[in-house]
Each structure stands twice: as structure tokens, then as C-alpha cells.
């Protein structure tokens, strides 16, 4: 039971450089997201798709895209990496089309862009 | 919009006692409520959840309490165990919005 699965685990950037984080979920979900975490604060929402073929701006989209490939994967893209989005980020899925339910999360991707 | 703020970033607790982390919100309108734990590591797990129709919820060693008249809610752990210490998050959502709004979290550490 795989449940969320995220790659990679840790990557280092260098600015400016373009890279995207995988996530996958095993659970027949119909939403995912894309959340991220800096120290000392709470978990922010970059996007989410609530349902396959759609997605939607979070609190933080700025610098980010994303693709929700299937009802399993849903991507999120760097596409010119900047130290501000050094993070750690969390993929989710719910089984609702809604967040104010139970969310499944991922381990997480540890990033550092210097 | 939600604010979400937890009273205390860390909490240590003796092993075997009840624990209490404390969660304050701003929205009178909120109207749900959820709390994760997060291992070091790892991503959060769903520990409980209430909506405002409720004071109380209880799961397994676990109860949270909602007091919409303080807008203050509480997550307590019966007979706290090593397995217990995490950082844990409350979260909430206004009455229409999909939106959930994560507090910074409380590390709780049980002690031997």
C-alpha cells in the first residue's frame, strides 16, 4: 500500500534552473495538491486539482505550473528556480473534491536552490 | 480570511500524562476543523477532524474540543507515549471555502 508517492526526496539547484517534482497516488483519488512547508511555518498550498483535468491557484502560485497528467500523477514544475522557493514540498490526495477533508500526504521532496 | 495560530511551539510532557495543544483561530465563520501529526521526516497524518456542530470528538486516545465562543479549539492525547512525539498542526476552514489554513504547529516531546 504505496499510498502517496513522491520523487525525488532531495534535490539541490543551482537559480535559474528548471526542474519537476512527481507525485504519484495509488488510492483512486480525485484530488491532489501541492503543498509546501518552511520552517516555522504552517503547510501553504501552491495548487491543486480537485479533478482530473483541472487545476487551480493556491495561496503561493507564483513561480510554479503544474500538471495533473491522470487521475494518479500530478506534477509540479519549477521553471526558473529562485532561494526563495528552497522548501520543503508535501503532494496530497483526497478522495473528496474538496480539502476540508482527509488528505493523504506524501514524504516529501526536500529542495534547496542556491 | 483564516488565521490559524497554535499557543506554544513546544510542549514536553511525562510519559504516561495527558497532553493539551492548544489551537486559536480568527474566522467566526470557520466551520471545520482537523488536526495532523507530523513524524520527523514524514509527511502529516490525519489524527481527528470536527465541524462546528460539534464541541467534541473522540477517536482513539485522542479528543478535540471546539469552544466557538473563544474561537479556540484544543487536541488532547490520553496517556502520551514516546510513539506520540511530533510536531502537530491544527487547520481550518471557513463556512463555503475549500480552503484549509495550516497553524505553524506544536512540537510535542514525551520524556522517558
Known amino acids: 500500500n504505496a499510498g502517496v508517492t513522491q520523487t525525488p526526496k532531495f534535490q539541490v539547484l543551482k537559480t535559474g534552473q528548471s526542474m519537476t517534482l512527481q507525485c504519484a497516488q495509488d488510492?483512486?483519488?480525485?484530488?491532489m495538491y501541492w503543498y509546501r512547508q518552511d520552517p516555522g511555518m504552517g503547510l501553504r498550498l501552491i495548487y491543486y486539482?480537485?479533478?482530473?483535468?483541472?487545476?487551480d491557484k493556491g495561496e503561493v502560485p507564483n513561480g510554479y505550473n503544474v500538471s495533473r497528467l491522470n487521475k494518479r500523477e500530478f506534477s509540479l514544475r519549477l521553471e526558473s528556480a529562485a532561494p526563495s522557493q528552497t522548501s520543503v514540498y508535501f503532494c496530497a490526495s483526497s478522495e473528496a473534491e474538496r480539502q476540508r477533508e482527509k488528505l493523504f500526504f506524501g514524504s516529501g521532496t526536500q529542495l534547496s536552490v542556491l | 480570511g483564516e488565521s490559524v495560530g497554535l499557543h506554544l511551539p513546544t510542549l514536553s510532557v511525562q510519559e504516561g500524562d495527558n497532553s493539551i495543544i492548544n489551537c486559536a483561530y480568527s474566522?467566526?465563520?470557520?466551520?471545520?476543523f482537523i488536526w495532523y501529526k507530523q513524524e520527523s521526516g514524514k509527511g502529516p497524518q490525519f489524527i481527528i477532524d470536527?465541524?462546528?456542530?460539534?464541541d467534541k470528538r473522540q477517536g482513539q486516545r485522542v479528543t478535540v474540543l471546539l469552544n466557538k465562543t473563544v474561537k479556540h479549539l484544543s487536541l488532547q492525547i490520553a496517556a502520551t507515549q514516546p510513539g506520540d512525539s511530533a510536531v502537530y498542526f491544527c487547520?481550518?476552514?471557513?463556512?463555503?471555502?475549500?480552503?484549509?489554513?495550516f497553524g505553524k504547529g506544536t512540537k510535542l516531546s514525551v520524556i522517558p
Open positions: 474566522n467566526s465563520a470557520s466551520d471545520y
Open positions: 470536527i465541524r462546528s456542530n460539534m
Open positions: 488510492m483512486n483519488h480525485n484530488s
Open positions: 487547520a481550518g476552514a471557513g463556512a463555503g471555502s475549500y480552503q484549509l489554513t
Open positions: 486539482s480537485a479533478s482530473e483535468g483541472t487545476t
